[in-house]
């Protein structure tokens, strides 16, 4: 089992910044990688960024260059560095670590996920 705990988030404004970070904990060793994802009511959890144990990092099209997720593989931790906030950043973000397992012919992916922590952002 893996255990996520995130930090950060809160208020912001509008063209400002905010920070994320959550450590993770428990069988770390055998994660594929960590990201965010995000959520407003009524819709679905989407993607915001992940970063694979080997570096390689994809973002949603809306905060490309705008955000930027990073790790500490010694922590176990992931950030996510949240620049240039519009007001439809606002969302409860949950960080995420995911696993791929080989069973038989197959690949499963199993996932991780934080407590989530509310994101907002004013106009």
């Known amino acids: 089992q893996v255990q996520l705990v995130e930090s950060g988030g809160g208020l912001g404004q509008a063209g400002g910044s905010l920070s994320l970070s959550c450590a993770a904990s428990?069988?770390?060793?055998?994660?594929?990688?960590m990201g965010w994802y995000r959520q407003t009511p009524g819709h679905e959890r989407e993607l915001v960024g992940r970063?694979?144990?080997?570096?390689?990092?994809d973002y949603t099209d809306s905060v490309k260059g705008r955000f930027t997720i990073s790790r500490n593989n010694a922590k176990n931790t992931v950030y996510l560095q949240m620049d240039s906030l519009k007001p439809e950043d606002t969302a409860i973000y949950f960080c995420?670590?995911?696993?791929?397992?080989?069973?038989?012919?197959?690949?499963?992916?199993?996932?991780?996920w934080g407590q989530g922590t509310q994101v907002t952002v004013s106009s």
């Open positions: 995420n670590a995911w696993k791929l397992e080989s069973q038989g012919m197959k690949r499963v992916k199993y996932d991780y």
């Open positions: 428990g069988s770390v060793g055998s994660l594929s990688g």
């Open positions: 970063i694979t144990t080997s570096g390689v990092i």
